[in-house]
């Protein structure tokens, strides 16, 4: 089967400095595939390949048939690449309402928009209540829910999310995996996950893949790794 994402062995570079080196990944349609690792593995950075927002030195990415490194993020987004990245960022003098339609700034279809948002407020009721309130006035969880829905306002095919959970409480990080398992199988969108929080991470993905040092050092299905004992050490607190 041909991988709907290809990544093939691409090298980052910061200022002379390796942040990548012949990390290769694939991604089939319709799957859920996690990258983890500790702070400073690569993981963000290859993200940031994958958008167009950092230039690779080497290699390939290839995405719905078509090869993709090289071209302006907005034209990667056009394709149906989202992006959710770590931090949120939502905009925090607008409102609920025009932080979602931000994501839909490339569509023209209005009455899809309004569709969409229909369906947003049905997967996430409580940015509907929130719908006039401030995007900086929100709680980390809203936020995040924010951040996540207004990516969805883009129609993606492929979602990439950096870190979905940082910073959150137990029962949000359950709530955030619970919509990212539903965006995966009622939407049919393909995710890529950046996780800290290896354990979740393996558990909602069907592949993974283990980042150290900007190299791909284990990979493998997700609940083959959520049994090996090294990674269990490492990653998972034993």
């Not at 029962?171 to 800290?196: K, P």
């Not at 190299?215 to 090996?228: H, I, R, T």
Request: charged share 25%.
């Amino acid at each position: 089967m041909t991988a709907y994402l290809r990544v093939n062995s691409i090298d980052v570079l910061y200022d002379r400095v390796r942040a990548l080196s012949e990390v290769s990944l694939r991604v089939d349609q319709g799957d859920i595939v996690a990258l983890i690792g500790t702070n400073g593995a690569g993981k963000t950075t290859t993200l940031r390949a994958l958008t167009g927002l950092t230039p690779i030195a080497r290699g390939e990415i290839w995405f719905d048939g078509q090869r993709i490194d090289g071209l302006p993020t907005d034209q990667i987004v056009a394709r149906g690449v989202a992006m959710v990245p770590e931090g949120r960022h939502v905009y925090p003098y607008m409102n609920v309402r025009d932080n979602l339609l931000m994501g839909a700034f490339l569509r023209s279809d209005r009455s899809a928009i309004r569709s969409d948002l229909k369906r947003i407020f049905e997967r996430f009721p409580r940015l509907e209540e929130r719908l006039y309130q401030l995007g900086g006035t929100l709680s980390g969880g809203e936020q995040q829910m924010v951040a996540i829905a207004r990516a969805l306002m883009a129609r993606p095919k492929l979602l990439l999310l950096d870190e979905p959970s940082l910073g959150l409480a137990p029962q949000l990080v359950r709530e955030i995996a619970r919509s990212i398992l539903t965006i995966n199988r009622e939407d049919g969108v393909s995710v890529v996950l950046v996780e800290q929080n290896s354990r979740m991470a393996l558990r909602i993905s069907q592949r993974a893949y283990v980042l150290a040092t900007g190299k791909v050092e284990l990979e493998g299905l997700s609940a083959d790794l959520l049994q090996n004992q090294e990674l269990r050490r490492h990653y998972l607190g034993g």
